[in-house]
């Protein structure tokens, strides 16, 4: 199990997930920031990049923010 700081950046063109050089990472979705799509879409982008199921995916704290705690497990 881990958890890791992702900065999420709403409304992009594409869906990604970087790891930025100070150890943070970066999350661009596609989806907007209304009713929840964005979390869901980036527990599905987490999930896809560990490999893991999205089941084990759950956003920690900052959910309403941009700078989320994600756990892992793994």
């Known amino acids: 199990m881990r958890t890791i700081p992702i900065k999420v950046k709403p409304n992009a063109r594409t869906s990604e997930l970087t790891e930025q050089a100070d150890g943070t990472w970066l999350a661009r979705l596609k989806a907007p920031p209304v009713d929840g799509k964005a979390n869901e879409e980036l527990i599905r982008v987490v999930a896809a ?3 893991v199921r999205k089941a084990d995916v759950t956003i920690k704290s900052g ?5 989320k705690y994600v756990q892992i497990d793994d």
Do not use: D, E, P, V
């Open 49 to 51: 990049h560990f490999r």
């Open 63 to 67: 959910a309403s923010g941009r700078l």
